[in-house]
């Protein structure tokens, strides 16, 4: 079956949904995905991370 408001070029290109059935088994498949580390040079955190105290709470 076509959908009518699709081409007929892109109409068998519609994604198929997938649900998820066992959560405790996918949530180890994403943490054994890996994680990623960020390293940051000590003068760049000393100079561009760090913010200035307003004095005031809060966000500045």
């Known amino acids: 079956m076509s959908n009518p ?13 997938y ?7 996918y949530d180890r498949a994403l943490v054994r995905r890996g994680d990623i580390t960020v390293w940051f040079e000590e003068d ?3 100079q561009h ?3 200035q105290s307003t004095g005031k709470r ?3």
């Open 49 to 51: 991370w760090g913010g």
């Open 5 to 17: 408001t699709l081409p007929e070029s892109q109409a068998s290109k519609a994604k198929d949904k």
């Open 58 to 60: 809060g966000a500045p």
């Open 19 to 25: 649900r998820v059935t066992n959560w405790p088994e």
């Open 44 to 46: 760049f955190l000393r």
